[in-house]
Every structure is written in structure tokens, then in C-alpha cells.
Nanobody, 120 residues
């Protein structure tokens, strides 16, 4: 199982920005799809963004144009740049790793989560 550690969450005002980082273990990082999910109080966990091994990306409609997912395979790290944050973005954000050589998410690995709070 891949170990994932998120960082970068915090408290920001609406319109502000944060960059989340997810550091992964393992030797097959470059073959994994990676992604970010979030879970708000009383809500189910939902996919925010995905990046495949090829580098192609997908975004949930509610963050399209505001968030950018990227990866650095040499550092085995995936990032989520969040701009123009809204109060409804408030949630715990989780990093997820797909299985080796797979474009599917999630796999069996989740980070512990990092809290993002956006004040009005």
C-alpha cells in the first residue's frame, strides 16, 4: 500500500489561494493515477481532480477553472493549486493513489487528509 502524506491546508478568506501537496512512497509512482478528493461535514467524499500517469487531467465541474492538479514524478508528489476559493470549498481534502499502471481512482491508498477552511 502506498503511503500518502498531505500538507498545505489552512484557513483562508474567500478569493484566496492555497496549494496542497501530497507526498507518496513507492517505486511505481509514475505509473499511478493520482487525485484529490474532499469531504465536507455531512457530505460524502467526492472527487475534485485527477491526473493520470500521462499527465492528462480531469476536474469536477465545481472547481473547473479555479483548481489545477499537477504532479512531479521525480519528487513523487502531486499538488492541487486552489485559486478563487469559495466558502463551499471548505472540506477535508484527501490525496488518493490509483493502482500501478491504472488510470482509475481511487486505489487502495488514501492520505490522512488536510483541512481547508474558507471564510466568507
Amino acid at each position: 500500500q502506498v503511503q500518502l502524506v498531505e500538507s498545505g491546508g489552512g484557513l483562508v478568506q474567500a478569493g484566496g489561494s492555497l496549494r496542497l501537496s501530497c507526498a507518496a512512497s513507492g517505486s511505481l509512482f509514475s505509473t499511478h493515477a493520482m487525485g484529490w478528493y474532499r469531504q465536507a461535514p455531512g457530505k460524502q467524499r467526492e472527487l475534485v481532480a485527477r491526473i493520470r500517469a500521462s499527465g492528462s487531467t480531469n476536474y469536477a465541474d465545481f472547481v473547473q477553472g479555479r483548481f489545477t492538479i499537477s504532479r512531479d514524478n521525480a519528487k513523487k508528489t502531486v499538488y492541487l493549486q486552489m485559486n478563487s476559493l469559495k466558502p463551499e470549498d471548505t472540506a477535508v481534502y484527501f490525496c488518493a493513489a490509483g493502482r500501478p499502471y491504472s488510470d482509475y481512482l481511487p486505489g487502495n491508498s488514501w492520505g490522512q487528509g488536510t483541512q481547508v477552511t474558507v471564510s466568507p
